[in-house]
Structure formats: C-alpha cells, structure tokens
C-alpha cells in the first residue's frame, strides 16, 4: 500500500553507522520519522548536471498529467518532517556517506550491510523472478507465475545463462548474489555510488561469485551502451521519488530504463512506496507520453505492458482496499 513502509530487518552495526552518518543533519523527531517511514536502501535520486533533460522532462510531466504515489497521514507536521528527511535520502551526498561506512564496516568487521525489504523478500524476489524467465524462455506469457510446477522450473534451467541481468541500483550486490544461485551467470550490477560497488564488488568476491560485473553508473544519465534482457530495480524507483525533484526525475528514469530493456526482455520493480497498480498506472502515462512524441509508426506501440506481478506477499486491509507492504511487478518490453 502507498504510504506504509517495510520496516527492514534487524541491522548489523553497518547500519547504525550509515545512520549515524547524517546525525547532524537531521533532529532526533526526523530520524524517528524516517526510522518509521522509510524501509529501502538504494541508490539513486542524483542531481543531474543535463538542464535540459530535465527540463524536457518537467515539461512532460506537466502534460501526461503524473500522479506521484500517495502518501497518507494525518498529521500536517509529521508528514512535513517525512518530506524533509525522505528528500535528503533521495540525495547521492546520503548514500555515498552510508557506503562509504558500510564499506570501512566490512572491511574491519566483514558486515554485508542491510538487506532491505528483508531476506525473505529478496528470495522472493529472484526465485519468482527465476520462474517468470524460464517461463517466457519456454514460449509461454505467464498468468500465475506463483503456481508453476517446480519440475518445470528445473527443467528449465538450461534457459537461465542466455538471460543478460541487469541490476539498477544494486548497492552491496546481494540481490545479484541470490540470481547467481539460481543459475543466471550473465550480472552485472550498476549503482551511482561509488562506495556501494566497491562493497558490492568486495562481496561478491568473498562469498564465491567474481563474474558479477559491478560498474559505476547512474541510470538517470547511464553511459551502458548495452540492452539487457533482464532489469532489475529493488527500491531504486523509490528512491528516486524522495529526490526533491522526484516527479520529474522519474519521469526521466522511465526514458533511461526503456533504453535498457532489451525488445521482449523484461523489467522488474520492487517498490514499498507504490503499489502494483500505482506502478501500472505509472507506466501507462508513460507508454502514453511516449507514444504521444513518436513520429515513427512503429513507435506508435507502447514500450512497456504489465506481465505479471507477485501475489505471495502478505496483504491487509486498509481504507476499505486490500494491499501488501510490497509490490513487485514485471513489465514486457515491447
């Protein structure tokens, strides 16, 4: 459900450094509100130096009519607060400082760092994403991915090392960890802070998995030249939201990540500030926006349908609407 946040799990000492970090920056009523609020460590949300990318991109936004996620609250000064706290880890300068402290963590206590969303959520994450590519390698568009036989997945495992993964956003790389696990062998891993892939970089060496290429790269402004056929992004939408120019730079990350996503491959968003089908909604205005500036027939097409989207997260009632305190939704690429 929009507005309620996945409280992480318990953190090793690597996340009260991180936290600590920013003391100075925020009262302990704020960090109260952002210890409540805020349950995703990722890695985007930089300022761009491009102005009339981002300008184009506002003028977009203007037109296409984009509704942002709700955030609910009743409490006026609480929300300011959250806003506040939310915009400044929407900022490269929060996640290049926690990094940079998770890193000298591991390097003197080898810590990992958080898992955030949690580990079972991760496992969810790459074994329904596992299920959905063996599915689409088989020729079958998938309705309920969560009910597929396990036989069927392990007879098509052969299918896993022809799929090009790639992680947005991939922070200490452990998501990328979990893939490899399930037999994709094709990672690579991207994230604008440098101190997050050299964690990531450093984990992923000791824990057995050196062919998972990490690189450093900000997907609003991405220097890759190459498609993927796989896209991942585990809270890196959401953190781009909490930017003080969230809106606008989304509307950006939607341009970049289309550039990404091979044709017919696949992209797969994990967010606890949107719901399945805030997303949904998100990439039709997209689909429409870009549809609307095509002078090509074939652009005519939209980029990006729904596929699919988990169902095996816990759920509740609220405001009269069932939701989960994560979505995770696929997207073909058209």
Same mark, same amino acid.
């Given at each position: 459900?929009?507005?309620?946040?996945?409280?992480? &799990?318990?953190? &090793?000492?690597?996340?009260?450094?991180?936290?600590?970090?920013?003391?100075?920056?925020?009262?302990?009523?704020?960090?109260?509100?952002?210890?409540?609020?805020?349950?995703?460590?990722?890695?985007?949300?930089?300022?761009?130096?491009?102005?009339?990318?981002?300008?184009?991109?506002?003028?977009?936004?203007?037109?296409?009519?984009?509704?942002?996620?709700?955030?609910?609250?009743?409490?006026?000064?609480?929300?300011?607060?959250?806003?506040?706290?939310?915009?400044?880890?929407?900022?490269?300068?929060?996640?290049?400082?926690?990094?940079?402290?998770?890193?000298?963590?591991?390097?003197?206590?080898?810590?990992?760092?958080?898992?955030?969303?949690?580990?079972?959520?991760?496992?969810?994450?790459?074994?329904?994403?596992?299920?959905?590519?063996?599915?689409?390698?088989?020729?079958?568009?998938?309705?309920?991915?969560?009910?597929?036989?396990? &036989?069927?997945?392990?007879?098509?495992?052969?299918?896993?090392?022809?799929?090009?993964?790639?992680?947005?956003?991939?922070?200490?790389?452990?998501?990328?960890?979990?893939?490899?696990?399930?037999?994709?062998?094709?990672?690579?891993?991207?994230?604008?802070?440098?101190?997050?892939?050299?964690?990531?970089?450093?984990?992923?060496?000791?824990?057995?998995?050196?062919?998972?290429?990490?690189?450093?790269?900000?997907?609003?402004?991405?220097?890759? &030249?190459?498609?993927?056929?796989?896209?991942?992004?585990?809270?890196?939408?959401?953190?781009?939201?909490?930017?003080?120019?969230?809106?606008?730079?989304?509307?950006?990350?939607?341009?970049?990540?289309?550039?990404?996503?091979?044709?017919?491959?696949?992209?797969?968003?994990?967010?606890?500030?949107?719901?399945?089908?805030?997303?949904?909604?998100?990439?039709?205005?997209?689909?429409?926006?870009?549809?609307?500036?095509?002078?090509?027939?074939?652009?005519?097409?939209?980029?990006?349908?729904?596929?699919?989207?988990?169902?095996?997260?816990?759920?509740?009632?609220?405001?009269?609407?069932?939701?989960?305190?994560?979505?995770?939704?696929?997207?073909?690429?058209?």
């Amino acid at each position: 459900m929009a507005g309620i946040r996945l409280p992480p &799990e318990d953190s &090793e000492l690597s996340s009260q450094q991180s936290r600590g970090a920013v003391s100075d920056l925020v009262s302990d009523d704020e960090r109260s509100v952002a210890a409540d609020s805020w349950s995703i460590k990722s890695d985007y949300g930089s300022t761009l130096d491009d102005d009339q990318r981002q300008t184009d991109a506002a003028d977009a936004l203007s037109a296409a009519n984009f509704r942002a996620p709700s955030d609910y609250s009743s409490d006026k000064e609480e929300a300011d607060a959250e806003e506040a706290v939310q915009s400044m880890l929407g900022l490269q300068s929060y996640w290049d400082t926690a990094y940079a402290d998770e890193l000298t963590n591991f390097r003197e206590h080898g810590h990992a760092g958080e898992v955030w969303f949690g580990a079972d959520v991760m496992e969810v994450v790459a074994s329904w994403t596992k299920s959905l590519c063996i599915d689409i390698s088989q020729g079958r568009l998938p309705n309920h991915v969560d009910d597929i036989k396990p &036989e069927l997945v392990e007879q098509g495992d052969k299918y896993l090392s022809t799929w090009s993964v790639l992680d947005i956003g991939t922070g200490n790389g452990l998501l990328l960890q979990e893939l490899a696990k399930l037999g994709f062998s094709d990672l690579t891993g991207t994230d604008y802070s440098e101190g997050a892939v050299q964690l990531a970089r450093s984990l992923s060496d000791r824990d057995g998995f050196p062919n998972i290429s990490f690189l450093v790269d900000d997907v609003l402004e991405t220097k890759l &030249e190459r498609q993927f056929q796989l896209v991942m992004d585990k809270g890196t939408l959401d953190a781009i939201g909490l930017h003080p120019d969230g809106p606008v730079k989304r509307m950006m990350y939607w341009d970049s990540v289309s550039r990404l996503v091979a044709s017919g491959g696949i992209l797969v968003i994990t967010s606890c500030n949107s719901t399945k089908d805030e997303l949904v909604q998100e990439v039709e205005s997209f689909n429409q926006r870009r549809i609307g500036v095509s002078q090509e027939p074939a652009g005519r097409d939209p980029p990006f349908r729904f596929l699919n989207h988990v169902r095996s997260y816990p759920t509740f009632m609220f405001g009269g609407s069932v939701g989960s305190r994560v979505a995770t939704v696929a997207f073909l690429r058209n």
